[in-house]
């Protein structure tokens, strides 16, 4: 693409979510407010830390699947590593514009194709060797339902980026008053109805979300069929919400 094939594309497809560079000045303006842009650089450093850990130099030709992509911010950035990226988002508006971001950083090889995770398992029919599954999971109304998609498809590796909420800890009876049974953590409902029919183009496929506590990720993910699962450490500097612990990235694996 050219410059001023690029240009056209950033002003014709905008507002854009995500703050893609280009190069040469060309970049787009995200939607979300300045004191939130730094999400993304938290969120893509221990991403790449995490796939540097995993996979270190042997990242080159293997698959990535980046579920629910939007603009293919992070698709674009694991096609970087020289990664097989396939990028799948429920929303046809968002892969127009990721479509454009792989044009525009030169990796039009990213195969970006609508789907749901909730049938991710049969649309595919394969495992990759990384999943990304960033940013989806509390906009989902059934998590678990996700979670054994995501896990299905994942060869190696897979990568959750989510918000938290507070953990809740104790026991509940169980059938009779002697007879208890302790929390793994809790999920709480979530109306994102407001945001969903506004057409916001970051929600989920239905109104109702889901967000769970950390243990609640952890006992979810093991259940899912994951071997092992661990929230990673943010690094100095992270972004607000990550440093209090009320959005994690966590890694599980196969
Ligand atoms: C909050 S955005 C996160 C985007 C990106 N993964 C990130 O972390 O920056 C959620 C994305 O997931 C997509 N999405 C929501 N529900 C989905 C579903 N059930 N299946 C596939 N994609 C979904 C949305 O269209 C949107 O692009």
Redesign the pocket.
């Known amino acids: 693409m050219d410059p001023q094939q690029i240009r056209q594309g950033i002003d014709g497809l905008g507002p854009w979510?995500?703050a893609h560079d280009f190069g040469n000045g060309l970049k787009t303006t995200p939607l979300i407010p300045p004191q939130v842009v730094g999400i993304?650089d938290t969120?893509l450093a221990m991403v790449e830390a995490a796939v540097a850990q995993q996979f270190g130099g042997r990242a080159r030709g293997l698959d990535c699947i980046?579920?629910?992509?939007?603009?293919g911010?992070?698709s674009v950035a694991m096609a970087r590593h020289g990664m097989n990226v396939t990028g799948?988002?429920?929303?046809e508006e968002?892969l127009e514009r990721a479509r454009f971001v792989a044009d525009a950083s030169g990796f039009p090889g990213i195969d970006f194709r609508k789907?749901?995770?909730?049938t991710?398992a049969a649309d595919e029919g394969r495992a990759y060797a990384l999943t990304?599954?960033?940013?989806?999971l509390y906009?989902?109304e059934d998590p678990m339902l996700?979670l054994r998609q995501v896990a299905a498809v994942t060869g190696e590796l897979c990568l959750i980026?989510t918000q938290v909420v507070d953990e809740v800890e104790g026991f509940t009876e169980w059938g009779a008053q002697e007879w208890t049974r302790s929390y793994k953590g809790i999920l709480a409902l979530v109306d994102e109805s407001g945001e969903f029919h506004a057409g916001n183009?970051?929600?989920?496929?239905t109104p109702m979300a889901t967000c769970p506590s950390p243990k609640a990720l952890i006992f979810m993910l093991r259940q899912a069929g994951f071997a092992r699962a661990e929230i990673l450490t943010p690094p100095p500097g992270a972004y607000e919400q990550h440093a209090r612990g009320k959005r994690v990235v966590c890694a599980a694996w196969k």
């Open positions: 979510f995500y993304h969120r980046d579920i629910g992509c939007h603009e911010f992070y799948l988002d429920a929303r968002n789907g749901r995770v909730e991710l990304l599954f960033l940013g989806v906009h989902v996700c980026e183009r970051e929600t989920g496929v």
